[in-house]
């Protein structure tokens, strides 16, 4: 009976996993297709964006649902109803991550068809940043790995001072090019939302980490890396 507990519990573990490796890559290509719709001003792409918010949204729920039922069912201790809990905190912001990839997808009919802005060009290098930590936390999720964690943290601090390098050239832009002050605005609005992501998938570094080890990063400093 026992080893048919443990079974059923491994089970809805890798269920609940598995929910959110799927929310992950739904929020990552989410990011990816709504920068792309950007540079190539495809008001119909960013609408595909939009629409997959929907299904972010229906697998947390999933998630939620899975989550209640493993912690009422199996009363999951120590390391595995940490995990648990990190599952059900992660998918909340994953959906986060998604609404930002939305947010930006919902910007391209604003600047469709008022020329290119030069700044524009260096945004795809800073979304890839802040996917790149989306993809790298989770995959530190699923495989518990707190020393990926910490590395996810200490890598929000490079995209943190590219946006706001990003910050400083697009207001510099503006003053210089009163007429690109409109286009320049959507930008910064779409800078905004990629650092917020790498804030969040920050978030959910420190989640794995406490989920891994049990032990909380404490409070943010950006001069030192966490400790055990």
């Excluded at 800073?126 to 996810?152: G, N, P, Q, S, W």
């Excluded at 001072?161 to 832009?173: C, I, K, P, Q």
Aim: hydrophobic share 50%.
């Amino acid at each position: 009976m026992v080893e048919h507990t443990v079974k059923a519990f491994d089970e809805d573990i890798g269920q609940l996993r598995g929910l959110i490796a799927q929310m992950g890559g739904l929020a990552e290509q989410a990011i990816v297709d709504a920068m792309e719709a950007l540079k190539r001003q495809d008001v119909e792409g960013a609408a595909r964006v939009v629409a997959v918010d929907k299904q972010i949204d229906a697998l947390e729920i999933e998630v939620e649902r899975l989550a209640v039922q493993l912690i009422a069912l199996r009363a999951p201790l120590a390391d595995d109803l940490r995990e648990v809990v990190a599952a059900l905190k992660i998918a909340g912001v994953v959906e986060r991550i998604g609404d930002y990839a939305k947010n930006i997808a919902r910007r391209v009919s604003a600047i469709d068809g008022h020329g290119n802005i030069e700044p524009l060009s260096v945004l795809p290098a800073m979304a890839a940043m802040a996917t790149k930590m989306v993809h790298d936390v989770l995959d530190a999720f699923a495989a518990r790995d707190a020393e990926a964690a910490i590395r996810v943290w200490e890598s929000d601090r490079a995209l943190d001072d590219f946006y706001n390098s990003l910050f400083r050239v697009l207001v510099t832009y503006m003053m210089e090019n009163p007429a690109s002050i409109g286009q320049g605005a959507h930008l910064l609005f779409i800078a905004k939302n990629l650092e917020r992501v790498g804030d969040h998938a920050t978030n959910v570094a420190e989640m794995v980490y406490y989920a891994a080890t049990g032990i909380h990063m404490g409070e943010r400093d950006r001069g030192a890396a966490p400790t055990d």
